[in-house]
């Protein structure tokens, strides 16, 4: 059986495009596959939170990923803040990373040159070592990720393997695995940029908590083109093409099919559906969150989540100190 570890940033109501390009596939895997899934809230505070808003965000994120399917029968659900091992080990690595490659990575490199270096945290330089923490404890041999966080994933390759062959061969090298259906869900207003919670336009986003009458306008106005044909293309189509991905995960019907059904009818029939698959598809998710959002049941969840993420960390974290020679060897009296 493989191990799967995938982390999301507490910083915001999901969105669609998160659902369809992660949380879906999430639920798939674990029936055969032992998964840790965690809500990686101090990778957030590299960039300024308000404390109150962030405890409300972990928490949501908790819930979605219960009320997505996430079973904590088959699945290790839990908080980065509350497993230590994670900035224990964390800092570990960034002894063995190189200022040259972190100052090359996107985020930061992008975040840097818009605000100049002394307008970003240190933690967004060194954040990456962290992140390969949060794999490399558990030995992770698949991370399902989207396209924007392949860079990051490829540090974390490299860094098991310099820490291995400089140390000690204790971690497992993870495979990168980029879904290839759905990986990487468009805005609804600018279709050539990922889905994202950030975007300041709430048009381009469809959260996991809008309800049906904002689900509808937002596809509604969804850019599309003037041609009135809807054919997947995502060269010259994009926005066409990105309701016809949603619309087909969302419904299970092929692209093809979907095509062929709406041929000469133009987009205004074509969008009606495409709303009232997602409404659908994210109905039953959010009546489970709000039964969970304020229940001990999420509590217990979180806290057993917790005590058997540390478990697993804490004996590879033992494993980490002794390869590089931290703490002292007691003598056996």
């Known amino acids: 059986m493989k191990t799967i570890f995938s982390g999301i940033q507490p910083s915001g109501t999901l ?16 029936h055969d596959q032992k998964c840790y899934f965690c ?13 109150l808003k962030l405890r409300d965000n972990i928490r949501s994120l908790a819930a979605l990923y219960l009320a997505s399917g996430i079973d904590t029968e088959k699945s290790t659900l839990f908080i980065q803040s509350e497993v230590p091992a994670h900035t224990q080990l964390g800092w570990m690595l960034q002894c063995v990373s190189y ?28 954040y990456p070592p962290l992140m390969a923490s949060d794999i490399l404890l558990y030995q992770t041999d698949i991370v399902p990720v989207g396209e924007d966080q392949k860079q990051h994933l490829e540090l974390t390759r490299n860094l098991a393997q310099r820490f291995n062959n400089k140390y000690n061969d204790i971690f497992t090298v993870p495979e990168v695995r980029i879904p290839k259906t759905g990986a990487r869900i468009m805005s609804l207003q600018e279709p050539t940029k990922k889905m994202s919670k950030s975007d300041e336009n709430q048009k381009g986003y469809i959260s996991m908590l809008d309800d049906e009458k904002k689900i509808m ?8 083109d003037s041609e009135g044909i809807v054919k997947f293309d995502k060269e010259n ?26 041929e000469g009818t133009g987009y205004g029939v074509f969008k009606e559906d495409v709303g009232a698959a997602v409404v659908e598809t994210l109905k039953p998710i959010q009546d489970r969150y709000y039964e969970l959002i304020d229940s001990v049941e999420l509590d217990d969840i979180l806290d057993k989540g917790a005590e058997d993420a540390s478990f697993v960390a804490n004996k590879m974290l033992r494993k980490a100190k002794k390869a590089m020679g931290l703490g002292l060897v007691r003598k056996k009296k």
């Open 15 to 30: 969105t669609l495009g998160n659902y369809l390009g992660a949380m879906k596939h999430f639920v798939d895997l674990q």
């Open 39 to 51: 809500i990686v809230d101090e990778h957030a505070i590299t960039v300024p939170q308000d404390r």
């Open 99 to 126: 200022i040259g490659e972190l100052e090359r990575m996107t985020q930061f490199k992008d975040k840097s040159a818009s605000g100049g270096k002394e307008g970003v945290t240190s933690g967004l330089l060194t």
């Open 217 to 224: 306008k937002k596809v509604k106005s969804a850019v599309t």
């Open 237 to 262: 189509k994009p926005g066409v093409s990105n309701l016809l991905t949603i619309y087909s995960i969302c419904s299970g019907i092929g692209i093809e099919e979907l095509e062929a059904k709406y």
